[in-house]
């Protein structure tokens, strides 16, 4: 019994929704959905809403457009900025020193321990780091020289002494072109 209910209600919405169409068709709109849409509006007449549709189409496509174009310079300008602090970047030493301090910490480490003749002991914190010095060695090649404190070296006797230890990098590439060390500590 219910399963009969079931679907005669189901084939009734069917023929009411068929009919709703045919009438809609009938005053001049495409479907009862937008027949049902422009009354929703009070637009009785299917030209009306017709030109009511398209344009709010046409606004629509016009605004996404203009989003498109403002994003787009919004774009132009933030490349534009970017590139200008780049450049800025560049010859600000104190800029490229503090972009390339980790890594110069990284590409620099085994190269100064090498120098040392038996051992070399960092005595930097974890996340401090190995180099707090900075300067341009050759401005115009892009190599800066980084300079710090933090390494003991082993003598032969087995005493440690404080070394401070030079590194210059080509900022570019972070390709280290050459390193030295003497003992001592860096003046404050």
């Known amino acids: 019994m219910f399963f009969a209910a079931t679907t005669a209600f189901v084939i009734y919405c069917i023929l009411v929704g068929f009919e709703n169409d045919r009438i809609a068709r009938e005053r001049g709109f495409a479907s009862a959905f937008e027949m049902g849409d422009a009354r929703r509006h009070n637009v009785d007449d299917p030209a009306v809403w017709k030109a009511r549709t398209e344009e709010a189409k046409r606004l629509e496509a016009a605004r996404k457009a203009a989003d498109e174009a403002s994003a787009r310079e919004e774009a132009a300008r933030a490349s534009a900025n970017a590139e200008l602090n780049g450049t800025e970047c560049e010859r600000s030493i104190q800029c490229i020193g503090d972009k390339k ?20 002991e960092w005595t930097d914190g974890f996340f401090e780091p190995k180099f707090s010095r900075f300067w341009w060695k050759d401005r115009t090649a892009g190599v800066v020289t980084f300079a710090g404190d933090k390494v003991r070296f082993q003598n032969g006797f087995g005493a440690w002494r404080n070394m401070v230890y ?14 030295r060390a003497e003992a001592g500590r860096l003046t404050p």
Request: hydrophobic letters at 45%; charged letters at 30%.
């Open 101 to 120: 301090l980790i890594a110069a910490g990284f590409e620099c480490k085994d190269p100064v321990e090498r120098l040392a003749q038996y051992q070399a």
């Open 166 to 179: 030079q590194c210059d990098m080509d900022i570019k590439t972070e390709r280290v072109l050459a390193v």
